[in-house]
């Protein structure tokens, strides 16, 4: 699975609009490209995280919590990790690798459950 720093960012936003058209507006990119990573994230995970309501936005589905809980953590990681080399030059980068693949395991692992219980 290849899901972006920028992908997680285009769901994350989304969850947070309740829009994909708000979420455009926000992240100023075109709507469209917001919609086919959502598409393309579902399917790579095979799981549907948002449930679309047409002209009234979109709301999470039970396993799409679960999914935005850990992108939101990995997210988190990514920013601490930026800021702590701002401040922090020596700090390593394998060091942040690993915090960042123990995120993406649970992820998984957290995908996976869900998968099983549809």
Known sequence: MDLSLRVLRYVVETADCGSVTEAAKRLQVSQPSISTALAQVEAQIGVQIFVRHHARGVTL???GQRFI???????NHARGHCKLNVLRPKISPCAFAYAV???AISFHICMAAARSSR
């Open 101 to 103: 693949c123990r995120r």
């Open 61 to 63: 589905s039970a396993a």
């Open 69 to 75: 809980n850990e992108a939101r953590l990995l997210l």
